[in-house]
């Protein structure tokens, strides 16, 4: 599916409106993620949560792959990105490839991997207070990033020759359309 190309001078969205559609981005997710490790945990009748975590983490990472992919390779747009009328398109503004929008997937843990290593290396894996201090730490470098970008885009989005836009919706026809005179 393909598109008319954006003009190259739109502005990108804003990052507030960004960061609201990566919040509710996550609120989707749990629910993908919940049913995802139910499946898991269900096929291979994993009895207690330490054991095959590795496994586990391999079949979600898999999982938010096929999610993330197929939504931005079918229009560009995941659940959370309609309803903050946001899209991703490639540098043309054309609807991403499978192979553009799976180099974006493996790019974008850019988010997490940075802050997620530190904890590991720091020997904080057990702390969650350290985890999701790290990952705030990480997720407010990352919107820095994306602020001192001339284009305010996202690391991910510049390495891989994706951005995102503003996509609103069509308007809706007025219902109310002035009467019509009678023929005499």
Sequence with gaps: MTSAP??????PPGLMRRLASFIYEGVVLFGVVFIAGWL?????QQRNALIGTHGL???LFLI?????IWFWSRGGQTVAMRAWHLRVVDTQGRTLTQAR?????????LWFLPALASVHLLGLSQSTGAIFGAMFAGVAGYLLLARLHPQRQF????????????????PRPNKRA???PADS
């Design 178 to 180: 002035a009467p019509q």
């Design 101 to 109: 929008a799976t180099a974006r997937y493996l790019a974008a843990w």
């Design 40 to 44: 898991y945990s269900t096929l291979t």
């Design 64 to 68: 938010l792959g096929i999610y993330f």
């Design 6 to 11: 954006v003009a190259d001078d739109d502005a």
């Design 57 to 59: 983490q391999a079949f």
């Design 155 to 170: 690391l991910h989005d510049v390495i891989c020759g994706t951005r995102l836009i503003t996509q609103l919706p069509p």
